[in-house]
């Protein structure tokens, strides 16, 4: 991956002196060897950061030694670069760490794709964005795969904010927890799958940013434009040979629905691939648990209450169940 900045970095933080901080997650400071920039921490009330950890050092300032594993930490906008390439250099050792939960894991993995995953959605051809959807579409298959973590608690640790980076990675990571309970086990499968998630909003990259990011809601016109992605990205893919058909469906089909309501088509049931309605229950659940311009961010029972409402409907009926009851678990 290369070492750059994701063009699309949360909005920075300015501060009464004029420095310029951007917010970062705090389980992944903790996992990085003797970062080499300083990290600073909002304190509760206030809107000022403050000095964490200082760069070239583990230890935090004696007063700040609590910050919540789902909270946030700050770094200057003019460390980012160095930030993002020693996460970069850490990701390998970090992967492989069996002693960090694999939720915690997969949070660094998300930070250290944005870069990739950015640079490659901006580029005119989407060559590169296949090859970044297939490199790290392995590396949650390798990481989730088998392994104990709970939906919830990688739901607890991961990003929710609204940039294509965050949603695309957890839209992959669900919809490899959600395929596994549904009995999908082959290695090539789940990757597949994954490398669908981190594609299927491909075609957002042709929606003008005026629309994808307005602060208030969308008109019936710019609906009409977003509505038109699934359509888009499937026409960029659809004449690849290094795609299945499955998640070339993925991609065309995740706002299909049930009762044929959905589009770009308005197809019904088992016309909408499994893949596709696997990917579009992960999908309508981490954009209702994400914050949005228009919207506040809604709270873990609401939205699993709306999908168990969908179910049968909008979602599939079985699906959507799955996993409402996956992410009970405890």
Partial sequence: MTSSVPASSPPALKTRTGEHFVPITACVVEMLDELQVDVFVCPEGTSEPVLYRRRGFRDVVASLETVPRDGKLYVRTTDLTEYYGQLQEDLDRILHEDAIPAEDRFSVL????????????????????????????????????????????????????????????????????????????????????????????????????????????????DWAVIEQHPQRGYEELCDRDDLVHG???????????????GYPVGVVKEDIHPWARLCAVVDVFDAMTGERPYRRRLSLAEVLEHIQGLAGTHLDEDMARCWVELMSIR
């Fill in 247 to 261: 998640q070339l469906m993925m991609v065309y089909q995740h706002h299909e629905k049930i009762d044929g309501t």
């Fill in 110 to 221: 998300q930070s250290a794709a944005a870069i990739e995953i950015e640079r490659s959605f901006s580029m005119i051809n989407c060559s590169q964005a296949v090859r970044a959807a297939e490199q790290v579409g392995r590396q949650i298959v390798d990481l989730l795969r088998g392994s104990n973590a709970l939906p919830r608690d990688v739901f607890r640790i991961v990003r929710h904010d609204y940039f294509t980076f965050t949603h695309v990675t957890n839209v992959a990571g669900y919809a490899t927890m959600l395929a596994e309970r549904l009995g999908i086990s082959g290695q090539s499968d789940l990757e597949a799958i994954a490398t669908g998630g981190l594609l299927h909003d491909l075609g957002k990259r042709l929606i003008p940013k005026s629309i994808l990011c307005k602060p208030g809601r969308l008109t019936p016109e």
